[in-house]
């Protein structure tokens, strides 16, 4: 167990991340804040499992909560630099799915509803997954205890 830990909080020193997890991090956060509270502008469960439903992702409600919770509690573990690898991964699929199922046919421009920023932030979680969190992070501070 503890080498498995090891390797999902592997990361190393440095604060180039830092920026990239916080800043993807608050995005994340908010977009899945819209989805699962309706806060921030956002319709919350029901509205968005309504919309999802209309575009073939059913059932919607499940598919709000899934898509919702992977982006805030994601979006919170960037933030804090926590489990950073594993998050990133499913941020990333989450991120793959909305490109395809929404964004992918109306080009790459953000002005026409396009994949542009998904994909800003498929790249963003990618880097995550093969950096790791970086050295202000509670996956370093896990790595270091782990290795006393």
Request: glycine share 16%; no cysteine; aromatic share 8%.
């Amino acid at each position: 167990m503890k080498t498995l830990i090891a390797r999902i909080t592997s990361t190393e020193d440095g604060l180039d991340t830092l920026p990239v997890r916080v800043g993807a991090g608050v995005i994340f956060a908010a977009h899945g804040a819209q989805k699962l509270f309706g806060w921030f502008g956002g319709y919350g469960l029901e509205g968005t499992g309504g919309w999802m439903e209309s575009i073939g992702l059913a059932p919607g409600v499940l598919m709000a909560a899934m898509a919702g919770s992977a982006e805030f509690f994601g979006g919170l573990l960037l933030i804090a630099g926590l489990l950073v690898r594993p998050a990133a991964v499913v941020l990333a699929v989450t991120m793959l799915v909305a490109i395809v199922t929404v964004h992918l046919q109306n080009g790459l421009f953000m002005a026409n509803n396009g994949y542009e920023f998904g994909l800003a932030l498929l790249v963003i979680s990618i880097s995550l997954v093969i950096r790791g969190a970086g050295g202000l992070s509670a996956d370093r501070i896990i790595q270091t205890r782990l290795a006393n």
